[in-house]
């Protein structure tokens, strides 16, 4: 029997975790093409956004406003007009924080653009309001400031309700980068066969490989596991992956661990009785040469004494 050394299991476990881990690291190297693949990005999401306030321009003109003061429905088709300019403008805020979420921005805080309803009330001289909601919020959705009293006042003065304030207000995705896309990919690969490799030899190494005799599945099992559990720890600080999905991933992988690390001690076990066993025959196989001479001397001796 062929005892695997540790050092092998471990570099094998090391190998399967090393590759994950590179593919789902952000790579700090930016290839040649990066800055044209983000510009074409960076355009898609202006294009998104732009069809996005096209569609509220229509809504609002299609407004009934009937009920509004004469300077009420000036106000408001000002702001009309402003918004649409701030749409052809194409100056929108970016999501820096939340990879594949659509979250709000108030301000962008590195370009220092405002989203569109703080545009506008920037533009009716209430940049008070803005720069107080970006400091206590800057994520927050207009539909939560109902009970912003200056808020809902400018509201009503210009003609807007809150619906459809929150209706102009639009989130922002993170644009996917080339890395993050390939690392993306290459999570569908890796993820099903890693998990689904430790759970085949959590299987096998708890019932027909108990005792450790087949290597392949030891040491799949080390490396699937260490690989299942470093992905279910990834997976558990995203938050776009249920909390459940990632710690199911991560106990499988330990579970696939615990068994291989089981099998592997019971095969040193067996294959270290058997060095013993071979080494007990081995022993008694040229010892027992010596003992017949012997026995055979001392019944000579015996029989030339008697006669």
């Not at 355009?43 to 009937?66: K, M, P, Q, W, Y």
């Not at 979250?103 to 805080?109: A, L, T």
């Not at 615990?258 to 008694?284: F, I, K, N, P, Y």
Request: aromatic share 4%; net charge positive; proline share 4%.
């Amino acid at each position: 029997m062929h005892l695997l050394r540790p050092s092998h299991l471990v570099a094998a476990a090391a190998t399967v975790v090393g590759i994950s881990t590179a593919t789902f690291s952000t790579s700090g190297a930016r290839p040649a093409s990066a800055s044209h693949a983000d510009g074409v990005a960076d355009a898609r999401r202006i294009a998104r956004i732009r069809t996005h306030f096209d569609s509220v321009l229509t809504e609002l003109a299609a407004s009934a406003a009937d009920s509004l003061s004469r300077p009420a429905r000036a106000r408001r088709s000002a702001l009309i007009e402003t918004l649409r300019a701030y749409r052809d403008r194409g100056d929108f805020p970016h999501n820096y924080d939340f990879a594949g979420q659509a979250i709000p921005y108030f301000v962008d805080r590195r370009t220092g653009a405002l989203c569109a309803v703080a545009h506008l009330l920037a533009s009716t001289g209430r940049r008070d309001i803005v720069d107080r909601v970006a400091i206590s919020d800057n994520n927050v959705w207009v539909a939560q400031l109902a009970g912003d009293t200056a808020f809902t006042r400018w509201l009503v003065h210009q003609g807007l309700t809150l619906a459809e304030a929150a209706r102009i207000q639009v989130p922002y995705m993170q644009p996917e980068t080339p890395a993050q896309k390939a690392r993306n990919s290459a999570f569908l690969v890796v993820a099903p066969v890693a998990v689904g490799s430790a759970l085949v030899t959590t299987a096998l190494n708890a019932l027909g490989n108990a005792d450790g005799h087949q290597r392949a599945t030891r040491v799949v099992g080390i490396a699937a596991g260490a690989a299942s559990l470093a992905l279910g720890a990834m997976l558990v600080t995203r938050s776009d992956v249920p909390t459940s999905v990632g710690a199911a991933t991560a106990g499988v992988g330990g579970l696939s661990l615990m068994l291989a690390g089981r099998a592997t001690h019971r095969h040193r076990s067996l294959v270290a009785r058997q060095r013993e066993l071979d080494r007990a025959r081995h022993v008694e196989a040229a010892v027992a040469p010596m003992i017949g001479a012997q026995d055979g001397g001392r019944a000579g001796m015996m029989l030339s004494v008697r006669y």
